[in-house]
């Protein structure tokens, strides 16, 4: 299977002056505390730590998360600006130093 | 943990009979107490009796409400052969129950299901 | 272990527009700002301690101009959707806590100046408890709380 | 209380023993099932629309609703579209791919479960898929999880409104057994616990098991593949047929087994006339 897709799934809409992005990301989000039912261990904690959203490159939120966030992460926020076509960005960094990022056109008035 | 409720169980079902010769009169109500305790472990434990499932009973939180609330019990099933009854294969009073035959299908033990019974006077 | 109050000061003044002064003036980088995890915050055990390694204060105030969007039932404790938005002016940061999660903290976000304190995120809560939002603005905290009910499974095991 | 017991009676005859199903599952025809099931629900829930019930305990539970209205916000299948979609065109080693199997395209839905004369059988989707790829020289995807869920996601994507319509060919008699075999297997009680399919999902849909909802059985088969929050991923509907088995501590049949086909042929007839709406989300 190809590999190169990315772990999120992003949509940026503008409306009114402002920019709403949703993000969806696929991660394990383990707390440390689920026990693998076949060997009785814990699982380790593996969860996103942080989320990053940019829009032109300027950091419009930093998300910190423990593995209190629900398994396949959702995001949702909202700023002031943005425009039909413009660029928004969020990356994840996780607890294990893994990482992916992603990038959206804004849809919005022309 | 398990042994000594079931002695008292037995204690408790035969008490008129047996727990003259078993058990120190002095215990008897501590015995009846430890019955009652383990009859509501029963009906609580969700493996077990989970009644709670789907009747309103006692400081239960967040109850079902497939059955009716379990309230007066002594006053609905003064014979307590029929409550055995309707533990035991709720079926036979009424094909269409939903409630498991806890006996018929063995899901709860005797010694269990006569703590619960125990229990359920209290209610 | 780490500094809560040099990070308060970081995040304070990311909000008020400084940190890119501060990073022009060869102090600091803003990635590097930005990627500090709060791991006090995130460990404590109690939401008092969560939120006093979070603010930096435990002076909070109840306020009205919080909004807490939760179910009032959970469905399944393991996905309950959240979102956290306020009219209060100046929001520099947004934190949601689940008070009966063995470690409270669950979600914080830092806010940029034009961003709206508006956020949404699903979390997992192993029991029912208060769902709390925690706003930071100035050199205020305010709070907020919904109770959410975790659903019991009718099955059994 | 007396109505439940009324109408269930009227359905499948019988109340739930097995045995006296068994013999009169044959009792009613096909047209007057549904006429009769639908009617139990649309009475019993009298303010949801037909198509509503396509969203299961959702038509029925505004604070459940609440929260799976926040969850389709950005549904947790929304990947498994896509990645459903990758497969569907990634070709086979022999170069050939789905589409030469399903020569209309993936918009499948409308056209399974379905009665195959010839081999007298129930043909449900994953079963057409994992032909397809066997005919081809490919190994057969797991039944429950992953790659079948993942393509059965994009197809159902794509299938959206398109309406059930499950047929019970006329006059033939294996394919009216198959259904009463199904029909059988959803009334009658099952495992330690005794429940059979309509024990929850007709006579005690809308109630609650401690505080899960039962959700009604009209509609039940519109939504899959579902991504459940229990399970943390998209699984199958012969996947749920085998949990709730097991949760009633009954042994459960295998994935696409001749029991489970047949099943899902008379419960998917059940929901003729709605819409299919797949994937979804469920608790």
Redesign the interface.
């Known amino acids: 299977m190809a590999k190169a897709k990315s772990s999120i799934k992003l949509r940026a809409k503008e409306k009114n002056g402002v920019t709403t992005v949703k993000a969806l990301m696929s991660h394990p989000m383990e707390t440390g505390q689920r026990k693998n039912k076949k060997t009785g261990e814990n699982i380790p904690e593996h969860f996103i730590q942080e989320v990053v959203g940019e829009y032109n490159g300027k950091v419009v939120i930093t998300t910190s998360w423990s593995g209190g966030v629900s398994k396949d992460p959702y995001l949702s926020f909202s700023f002031k600006g943005g425009a039909n076509g413009e660029m928004v960005k969020v990356s994840w960094t996780d607890n294990k130093g893994g990482s992916d990022s992603n990038e959206v056109k804004i849809k919005g008035k022309k | 943990m398990r042994k000594p409720a079931k002695l008292t169980a037995i204690a408790a079902s035969f008490a008129a009979v047996l727990a003259v010769s078993l058990v120190p009169v002095s215990s008897m109500a501590e015995g009846a107490k430890e019955t009652i305790a383990m009859g509501k472990k029963v009906a609580y434990d969700?493996?077990l009796g989970?009644c709670?499932?789907?009747h309103m009973m006692d400081d239960g939180?967040?109850?079902?409400?497939?059955g009716p609330p379990l309230v007066a019990m002594k006053t609905r099933f003064p014979d307590p052969a029929k409550l055995r009854a309707q533990l035991e294969d709720p079926?036979a009073a009424n094909?269409?129950t939903?409630m498991?035959?806890f006996g018929k299908?063995?899901?709860l033990t005797d010694d269990q299901l006569d703590a619960v019974i125990e229990y359920l006077y209290t209610l | 272990m780490i500094d809560v109050k040099r990070r308060v000061f970081l995040k304070g003044s990311a909000a008020a527009g400084a940190v890119v002064a501060a990073a022009g003036a060869g102090l600091i980088a803003p990635q590097a700002v930005l990627a500090e995890w709060n791991e006090a915050a995130f460990r404590s055990k109690t939401v008092a301690d969560a939120i006093k390694a979070q603010t930096g204060t435990d002076a909070t105030e109840e306020s009205a101009d919080i909004k807490i969007k939760a179910p009032e039932i959970a469905e399944n404790g393991a996905v309950v959707p959240v979102s956290v938005s306020s009219s209060i002016a100046g929001v520099t940061a947004i934190s949601i806590l689940a008070a009966s999660n063995p470690s409270p903290m669950v979600a914080s976000f830092a806010l940029g100046e034009s961003t709206v304190a508006d956020v949404s995120t699903r979390i997992k809560m192993g029991k029912t408890g208060d769902v709390i939002a925690l706003v930071q603005a100035g050199d205020k905290v305010y709070t907020a709380k919904k109770e959410v009910k975790v659903t019991i499974g009718g099955c059994g095991g | 209380m007396k109505k439940t017991v009324v109408a269930i009676a009227i359905l499948c005859v019988v109340g739930l023993s097995s045995t006296v199903v068994a013999k009169n599952a044959a009792d009613t025809t096909p047209a007057q099932d549904i006429e009769t099931y639908r009617s139990y629900f649309t009475k019993k829930f009298p303010g949801v629309p037909l198509q509503e019930f396509s969203n299961g305990v959702y038509a029925i539970d505004k604070v459940s609703r609440d929260s799976w209205e926040a969850i389709e916000e950005f549904p947790p299948y929304e990947p498994f579209i896509e990645e459903g979609e990758e497969l569907w065109n990634t070709p086979f080693a022999n170069g050939k791919g789905y589409a030469d199997c399903f020569k209309d395209g993936p918009a499948q839905r409308k056209n399974y479960p379905h009665w195959d004369a010839k081999r007298k059988m129930v043909v449900t989707l994953p079963l057409a898929i994992n032909e397809c790829r066997e005919a081809n020289g490919e190994k057969p995807l797991k039944w429950k999880v992953g790659a079948i869920a993942s393509l059965l996601a994009y197809m159902g994507y794509e299938s959206r409104g398109q309406t059930t319509n499950v047929v019970i060919p006329e006059g033939d008699a294996d394919a009216l057994a198959a259904y009463n075999e199904g029909k059988s297997q959803y009334f009658s009680r099952r495992g330690q616990l005794n429940f059979a399919c309509a024990s929850c999902h007709m006579q005690s849909s809308g109630m609650h098991v401690r505080t899960d909802i039962l959700s009604p059985g009209l509609g039940h088969t519109t939504g899959w593949p579902v991504y459940r929050s229990k399970w943390g991923n998209l699984g199958t509907l012969h996947r749920r047929f085998g949990g709730c088995n097991k949760q009633v501590r009954a042994k459960p049949f295998k994935a696409q087994s001749k029991e489970y086909r047949n099943l899902e042929y008379f419960l998917t007839h059940m929901s003729n006339g709605i819409e299919f709406n797949g994937p979804s989300a469920r608790k």
């Open positions: 969700r493996k989970n709670l499932a789907c939180v967040s109850p079902g409400d497939l079926m094909a269409n939903m498991p035959p299908h063995n899901i």
